[in-house]
């Protein structure tokens, strides 16, 4: 697996996000992918957390600022755009293997209502 390949599996699952093509998921994760800050397993878990996203911040999409490749890894820095009254800020690192997206860690500055 090549720089290009880790990267294009990032671009993928951002790509999909913003076109709220919550099936992708199961095209851009691994069937054993775990996502760290969700604490969960497998793509719908992914599709679940989206469709959530989607409904609350109906005009939310991410753009990536800066992406760093090395192995099998990549740490992507985004912007995450159409939450009122905010900017965040996403960091976030993928795990690929066999050009899908295996594990991931994230933090994000998204201020949560209470």
């Given amino acids: 697996m090549t720089d290009d390949d ?3 599996a990032a671009r993928r699952m951002y790509a999909a996000f913003n076109r709220r093509d919550h099936a992708a998921t199961a095209e851009i994760f ?4 775990y996502s760290h800050p969700l604490g969960k397993a ?3 878990s992914v599709a679940q957390a989206w469709r959530r996203f989607h409904e609350a911040f109906p005009e939310v999409r991410v753009v990536v ?6 192995g099998d890894r990549a740490s ?5 755009h159409g939450v009122p ?4 800020t996403m960091l976030e690192i993928f795990r690929v293997r066999d050009g899908r997206i295996a594990e991931l860690w994230g933090l994000s500055s998204l201020r949560r209502e209470s």
């Fill in 76 to 80: 992507v820095r985004t912007s995450v």
């Fill in 42 to 44: 497998g793509p719908e």
């Fill in 65 to 70: 600022e800066d992406m760093i490749v090395e």
């Fill in 6 to 8: 880790v990267r294009a």
């Fill in 85 to 88: 009254g905010q900017l965040p």
């Fill in 30 to 33: 691994t069937a054993d992918f």
